[in-house]
Structures are given as structure tokens and as C-alpha cells.
């Protein structure tokens, strides 16, 4: 008997280099058994040193690709990544109301490993209002935090305020790291909306690391 396989859409921008973006998840999701669906939001000149160069998709364009796949293949799983404009977030956001998909994973990229601001603070804005209250999941680096709720995020009482914020936007879980703490050991938070306290998870020390 075949196996089916499960199919999986990631809505993301580009990384030329396949260390992030719509290359990297289609390589994850592969890992992981998965059938890889992709939507890409932006095209991007990029290497090893920062990104050079943005094209962003028109809602519209990014609106086809997703109904392209929805309409064939039903992923009950979507990913959204990278996304710059207010309207096309409004536009996913009406794609995922109407479509239903089981799960929605949301791993933003506000900023940059060079700590770039990749995200307009309209776009942050139509994130928290249309998009955060169909997540299942929102997997989050402390700068992307940070820029979301717009509280700075220096302690791990920072850490858990942060999470209870960003449940308090309708999302049924976070997944919250808070690499680079240097003053106390890095820890990631975890919480449900039905968890009264965000449980924190140890990594390492700074000093350790």
C-alpha cells in the first residue's frame, strides 16, 4: 500500500543561498516526509554577506500561486514566512479564512541577520490584526519580538510578557527564542492560549555557548 505523503505549502520569500527562505523549508519539509508546496512572496539578491536587493510580488501575483495550489492539491498545513507588503498580508489572510487549512505555521522575518528592518511597521500592524488570530504555531527570534509587540526583550520576565502579548492576538501557541540574552543563560518559551504561565526551556549559558 503507498504511503500518502503530506502535502505541505510554505508561502516565503526567496534565499538564493538555501539558508533561509522558500529554498530552505522546501529542503526541511523534504526532510521531514513531507510533499513541498511553495508560494513566493519576494525574489531576492542575496549571499553569505546580506541581502542587496528586493522584488516583492504584487498581492495579486502571490494570490494566484497560493489558489493554484489550494484549489489542486488542499495542503491541511501552511507556512508563511517573509512578507513585506500590508496587502498581501491582508490577501493570505483572506486566503487562509477561506481555505481552512488545519494548521498555519507563521516564522516572520522582520529583521535581518545583519539587523535590517525587512518589514514596514504597516506591515507589522496588518500582521498583528489579520494574520496572528489564524495561527497555530508562531515560531519567533527575539528581534522579530521585539519589533511585533514593541517592548524591548532583556529578561526572561520579558520573555514570558512578550508571549502572553503576542497569544493575547488571537494565535493558539508560540514558540518564542530568546537567543543572545548575554546576561543570563538563553532560554526559549513555549506557551499555549490555554497555558495560564509560558513554561521556559533552557539552552545554554552565555558563557557556555
Known amino acids: 500500500m503507498e504511503q500518502q505523503v503530506t502535502p505541505i505549502l510554505t508561502i516565503n520569500g ?8 522558500i529554498q530552505a523549508d522546501i529542503k526541511t519539509i523534504s526532510a521531514l516526509g513531507g510533499r513541498a508546496l511553495s508560494a513566493i512572496t519576494s525574489i531576492t539578491a542575496q549571499n553569505t554577506l546580506g541581502i542587496q536587493e528586493f522584488y516583492d510580488l504584487p498581492a495579486e501575483t502571490i494570490k494566484g500561486q497560493i489558489e493554484a495550489i489550494v484549489n489542486d492539491m488542499q495542503p491541511a498545513v501552511v507556512k508563511v514566512g517573509m512578507i513585506r507588503r500590508a496587502d498581501t498580508v491582508a490577501q493570505i489572510a483572506q486566503l487562509l479564512r477561506q481555505h481552512k487549512p488545519r494548521h498555519v505555521i507563521y516564522d516572520p522575518v522582520i529583521v535581518s541577520s545583519q ?5 514596514a511597521q504597516e506591515v507589522v500592524h496588518e500582521v498583528r ?7 497555530s504555531l508562531v515560531l519567533m527570534k ?7 509587540t514593541q517592548t524591548a526583550i532583556n529578561t526572561a ?12 492576538e488571537g494565535c493558539q501557541s508560540v514558540l ?13 518559551v513555549f506557551a499555549t492560549a490555554k497555558a495560564a504561565t509560558p513554561p521556559s526551556y533552557p539552552r545554554c549559558s552565555a558563557r557556555e555557548k
Open 14 to 21: 526567496s534565499d538564493g543561498t538555501g539558508g533561509a527562505g
Open 115 to 119: 539587523n535590517e528592518m525587512l518589514m
Open 129 to 135: 490584526r489579520s494574520l496572528l488570530p489564524l495561527c
Open 142 to 148: 527575539r528581534a522579530d519580538a521585539e519589533r511585533l
Open 157 to 168: 520576565a520579558d520573555l514570558n510578557q512578550a508571549v502572553k502579548s503576542l497569544l493575547a
Open 176 to 188: 518564542l527564542q530568546g537567543s543572545h540574552m548575554a546576561t543570563q543563560s538563553l532560554t526559549d
